[in-house]
């Protein structure tokens, strides 16, 4: 009986100095840990080239649709005109503005976003919704015009404000 006590006994020590052993192995030597690795940020070209395929993305969504109204296509398609000549230069000329970001946000999801719901309506709910969705779309339309307006004549303090409007409108 004195034999299985010692041998307990026995294997609880060697289990604890093991479980010592593991938890020291575990924690850091020294308070000096890595400073934390900077997650890399898109460059302009990746940036730009998820606008684009969002763009795309959208223009064939609007052309598969048979219901979907022609004058409403013109209307998106002179929206996606104006993101795709403004942004790049927006992004080259004035990368951390806050209008640059909402422009980017506006070609990325805001624009797909509208379109979608409005087409994942049925037909009747379209009808009741249109109103509703031409002002949408006419104020996206109003704010790539007035934002082409801003980048082309370099009215750099206009972004602010602009940025503001677009903030508190679509995000």
């Given amino acids: 009986m004195t034999m299985i006590i010692a041998a307990i006994v026995l294997i609880a020590v060697i289990g604890l100095v093991i479980m010592i052993k593991k938890n020291k192995e575990t924690k ?12 890399a940020e898109p460059s302009p070209d990746q940036d730009y080239k998820v606008i684009l395929n969002s763009l ?11 219901d979907f109204p022609l004058e409403m296509t013109q209307e998106i398609e002179a929206i996606i005109d104006d993101l ?31 379109v979608k719901e409005y087409l994942d ?3 009747e709910s379209r009808t009741n919704q249109f109103d509703m969705f031409k002002k949408t779309i006419q104020s996206l339309h109003d704010v790539s015009n007035r934002s082409r307006d801003i980048v082309e004549k370099n009215e750099t303090a206009e972004f602010k404000t602009m940025a503001n409007f677009l903030a508190g409108k679509f995000s």
């Fill in 121 to 123: 309506l049925s037909v």
């Fill in 28 to 39: 850091p030597k020294d308070n000096t840990s890595p400073p934390p690795v900077p997650k």
């Fill in 84 to 114: 795709m000549a403004i942004t790049p230069s927006m992004m080259e000329r004035y990368p951390s503005e806050t209008l640059t970001y909402e422009i980017k946000k506006i070609g990325t999801a805001h624009l797909y976003k509208t």
């Fill in 56 to 66: 795309l993305s959208l223009n064939i969504l609007m052309r598969k649709d048979k």
